[in-house]
Structures are given as structure tokens and as C-alpha cells.
């Protein structure tokens, strides 16, 4: 493995950098973070880097629960020298300084909260008793007391201000500003970034940026998204009252929204976004018609290699991808990493990392196996 303070120098920008290799991404639920989470893998892979995968057979950092360091695998072997961290956690920067460089650059991303919960009610819907309880997402959006129990917290965090509860905060606490203006300011001192799932490609061009990475570490195929059909449509009065529910989710968003459109005009302007924005879209349709025998994501049943189906959950028909047939094998194993789901992508890197321990089980085939790999 490349030491953690090694950097890979990157010279064609005006002046140049050196790329970030220690990075931390808080995945936060139903925000486009699968996408960002095989991008971080992809990139710790191309460069030897370390990962902070989860422990034994999980594939979270013991999420619900607050992270502790030991939720790592191998953390009291390896200590502080892992690279990467970007599985679920539930964010507790004391204990993630434990396991990462004290140069580590940190970034998460947000989410809409209206879209954000209709899309956390179809995922959720068999799991999340206040969800389960009610007929479709307008009802629970109606009266959400009715169906909502704080005390079930494990199950109800999906139901009100996930991200908040993601970013290590109590989901239920009163809106109150001093709170709030709290929370949001000790966001800004533990993260170097907040990202903007709504405007995601731009997203990748700010990230691109702030790590000083290439525009094909940022490339992507929008992975865990579901099928059309099964989007419930909110109403007017529905909307309105996620910002209610929500307040705490709403005024995060809100809050980093503006400061990301700051970034964009502090650092590199408008116009070179929406240039590299448009390559970014270039250079992805390019590698959709060489790895993809649909040119797009398709639905579950339409998937033929089981390995690489991805989990599916609730009411969403979560949407995955067929790879033409005849990719010589460079081309073939760039591709699958494009692909693969997040569950077999990080049981894969955990049998890489971590030979000696037991596989992560998957009732899935494995799309390559390490063998393959050496």
C-alpha cells in the first residue's frame, strides 16, 4: 500500500497539485452516495490505497449506532494508516480521527429533503414502522404523528431529518436556532466540503477540484437509483409540510446549498463548471456506449448477471446495469467496477484487504473474484 502521506502529483492544471489520498466521505442515506461510495473505492483501488471497511460481516460502520474506531476491520492492527473511508456511519469525528490521517480531507452530501423522503418512503416503506403504517407517502405526510414514534428510534430515523441523525445529531431535537446555528457551524469546522446531490454532476466537478483529482476519477454510471413507477407523486400540501417535518434536514440543506454555489464562484467560477460539467457528460456517455449493452440502467428482472444485481429494498425497483458481451478484459474489469453494487463492491475489496478473515456473505456471486484479480 501507498503510505498514507503519499501523494500522487497531478501537473496539467495551472498550478499544480498534489491529489488527496486521505479522504473521508460521510454517506449519508438516499442522497446519490452509492455513486459517491464506487467512486471512492474505484479510486482506492487505482492507487493502492487503504479502506476503512467495516468489521466481520457487516457492511456498515455499525450504523445506526454512534462510530467507534473498533467498528473498523483490522483497526487495532493497522491503527491510523488507512486512506479511504466511505462505508455507513453514523458521524462521531472524534473516533473517525482515530482511524484517519490528521490530514484527511472530509466531505459528505446532502439531499432535497422533499425529494429525499419520498425516496426514503419507497426504500423504507416494509422496514420503517411509521412508514409501513400508512398508505402511501401523502397519508404519513398528512398527520405524521399518527404513524411516528421517536422511541423506535432504529427503525424511525428514516422517517424525519436523516441526514441530521447521519451527521451524528439527535433527529428528534426541537428546531431551535441557536441549536441549529450551532450544528450547522460545527459541520463547517469537521467538513472540508458539503456536496449537493441535486446538482450532482457539478458536484463531481467541485470534488474533482478540492482533491485535485482527474475528471476519469470522477466518472460515473448513477448507481442504487430506482424505476420511475415507483415515485410517488407528493402534493403541493405534502411538499410544504417535509419542511415542517423536516425542519432540522431543510435548514442543513438550505445552509449548504448556498455555501456550495459560494464555492463554485470563490474557486472556479460558473463558466469553467458548466465546460467541465459538459466534458464530464461527455466522457460518461463515451464509457456508457462502450460498457453497456442498453446504453442504461435497467430494471431488476432485466438484469442477466445475477452478480451484479444490486440490493433491493422496500417498494423501490432498484435499477442496475448489463455490460456487453464481448469487452476484452481490460475494458471488461473497468467497466464491472462502474457497476457493481455497493454490497458485492465492498465484500470484494474486504477479501483483497483482509485475505486471511473470513468473506463478507452475499447471496450473491461475486462479479471477479481476487483470484482473477492477481
Same mark, same amino acid.
Given at each position: 500500500?501507498?503510505?498514507?502521506?503519499?501523494?500522487?502529483?497531478?501537473?496539467?492544471? @495551472?498550478?499544480?497539485?498534489?491529489?488527496?489520498? #486521505?479522504?473521508?466521505?460521510?454517506?449519508?442515506? &438516499?442522497?446519490?452516495?452509492?455513486?459517491?461510495?464506487?467512486?471512492?473505492?474505484?479510486?482506492?483501488?487505482?492507487?493502492?490505497?487503504?479502506?476503512? /471497511?467495516?468489521?466481520?460481516?457487516?457492511?456498515?460502520?455499525?450504523?445506526?449506532?454512534?462510530?467507534?474506531?473498533?467498528?473498523?476491520?483490522?483497526?487495532?492492527?493497522?491503527?491510523?494508516?488507512? #486512506?479511504?473511508?466511505? #462505508?455507513?456511519?453514523?458521524?462521531? @469525528?472524534?473516533?473517525?480521527?482515530?482511524?484517519?490521517?490528521?490530514?484527511?480531507?472530509?466531505?459528505?452530501? !446532502?439531499?432535497?429533503?422533499? @425529494? !429525499?423522503?419520498?425516496?426514503?418512503?419507497? %426504500?423504507?416503506?416494509?422496514?420503517? @414502522?411509521?412508514?409501513?403504517?400508512?398508505?402511501?407517502?401523502?397519508?404519513? /405526510?398528512? =398527520?405524521?404523528?399518527?404513524?411516528?414514534?421517536?422511541? +423506535?428510534?432504529?427503525?424511525?430515523?428514516?422517517?424525519?431529518?436523516?441526514?441530521?441523525?447521519?451527521?451524528?445529531? +439527535?433527529?428528534?431535537?426541537?428546531?431551535?436556532?441557536?441549536?441549529?446555528?450551532?450544528?450547522?457551524?460545527?459541520?463547517?469546522?469537521?467538513?472540508?466540503?458539503? /456536496?449537493?446531490?441535486?446538482?450532482?454532476? $457539478?458536484?463531481?466537478?467541485?470534488? &474533482?477540484?478540492?482533491?485535485?483529482?482527474?475528471?476519469?476519477?470522477?466518472?460515473?454510471?448513477?448507481?442504487?437509483?430506482? =424505476?420511475?413507477?415507483?415515485? *410517488?407523486?407528493?402534493?403541493?400540501?405534502?411538499?410544504?409540510?417535509?419542511?415542517?417535518?423536516? =425542519? !432540522? +434536514?431543510?435548514?442543513? %440543506?438550505?445552509?449548504?446549498? *448556498?455555501?456550495?454555489?459560494?464555492?463554485? $464562484?470563490?474557486?472556479?467560477?460558473?463558466?469553467?463548471?458548466?465546460?467541465?460539467?459538459?466534458?464530464?457528460?461527455?466522457?460518461?456517455?463515451?464509457?456508457?456506449?462502450?460498457? !453497456?449493452? +442498453?446504453?442504461?440502467?435497467?430494471?431488476?428482472?432485466?438484469?442477466?448477471? &445475477?452478480?451484479?444485481?444490486?440490493?433491493?429494498?422496500?417498494?423501490?425497483?432498484?435499477?442496475?446495469?448489463?455490460?456487453?458481451?464481448?469487452?476484452? #478484459?481490460?475494458?471488461?474489469?473497468?467497466?464491472?467496477?462502474?457497476?457493481?453494487? $455497493?454490497?458485492?463492491?465492498?465484500?470484494?475489496?474486504?477479501?483483497?484487504?483482509?485475505?486471511?478473515?473470513?468473506?463478507?456473505?452475499?447471496?450473491?456471486?461475486?462479479?471477479?473474484?481476487?483470484?482473477?484479480? &492477481?
Amino acid at each position: 500500500y501507498l503510505s498514507p502521506s503519499c501523494s500522487i502529483s497531478k501537473s496539467h492544471d @495551472p498550478v499544480p497539485c498534489h491529489a488527496k489520498t #486521505n479522504v473521508m466521505f460521510l454517506k449519508t442515506h &438516499k442522497t446519490g452516495s452509492s455513486t459517491v461510495l464506487n467512486i471512492m473505492f474505484r479510486f482506492a483501488e487505482r492507487y493502492n490505497l487503504t479502506v476503512a /471497511l467495516p468489521a466481520d460481516q457487516l457492511f456498515h460502520l455499525g450504523y445506526p449506532r454512534t462510530f467507534l474506531a473498533h467498528f473498523v476491520e483490522g483497526f487495532e492492527a493497522i491503527g491510523q494508516n488507512y #486512506n479511504i473511508m466511505c #462505508n455507513h456511519l453514523r458521524f462521531n @469525528p472524534l473516533e473517525v480521527k482515530k482511524v484517519m490521517a490528521a490530514n484527511t480531507f472530509y466531505f459528505s452530501i !446532502l439531499r432535497n429533503p422533499i @425529494p !429525499l423522503l419520498e425516496s426514503s418512503y419507497a %426504500y423504507y416503506k416494509s422496514y420503517v @414502522p411509521a412508514f409501513r403504517n400508512s398508505k402511501n407517502v401523502n397519508e404519513f /405526510l398528512a =398527520s405524521p404523528m399518527k404513524y411516528y414514534h421517536p422511541a +423506535d428510534y432504529r427503525e424511525s430515523i428514516y422517517a424525519r431529518n436523516i441526514m441530521w441523525f447521519d451527521f451524528g445529531y +439527535d433527529n428528534n431535537a426541537e428546531d431551535d436556532t441557536n441549536y441549529t446555528q450551532a450544528v450547522l457551524e460545527e459541520i463547517e469546522q469537521n467538513f472540508h466540503l458539503i /456536496l449537493i446531490a441535486d446538482y450532482f454532476d $457539478e458536484s463531481m466537478i467541485i470534488l &474533482k477540484h478540492a482533491l485535485c483529482w482527474d475528471l476519469d476519477d470522477v466518472i460515473y454510471f448513477k448507481l442504487n437509483s430506482r =424505476s420511475q413507477e415507483t415515485i *410517488q407523486a407528493l402534493t403541493p400540501e405534502s411538499e410544504e409540510q417535509i419542511k415542517a417535518w423536516c =425542519s !432540522l +434536514d431543510w435548514k442543513l %440543506y438550505l445552509h449548504f446549498n *448556498q455555501s456550495f454555489w459560494r464555492r463554485v $464562484e470563490e474557486t472556479i467560477g460558473l463558466e469553467v463548471l458548466k465546460k467541465e460539467v459538459d466534458l464530464l457528460r461527455t466522457r460518461q456517455k463515451e464509457l456508457m456506449e462502450t460498457c !453497456l449493452s +442498453d446504453q442504461e440502467a435497467v430494471r431488476k428482472d432485466h438484469i442477466s448477471d &445475477k452478480a451484479l444485481l444490486p440490493y433491493q429494498s422496500g417498494a423501490a425497483n432498484i435499477l442496475g446495469y448489463n455490460l456487453k458481451q464481448d469487452l476484452d #478484459n481490460r475494458t471488461l474489469r473497468t467497466c464491472q467496477k462502474m457497476v457493481v453494487p $455497493e454490497l458485492q463492491y465492498t465484500s470484494y475489496l474486504y477479501a483483497v484487504q483482509h485475505p486471511h478473515k473470513k468473506r463478507k456473505e452475499l447471496s450473491l456471486p461475486l462479479p471477479w473474484t481476487s483470484r482473477e484479480e &492477481k
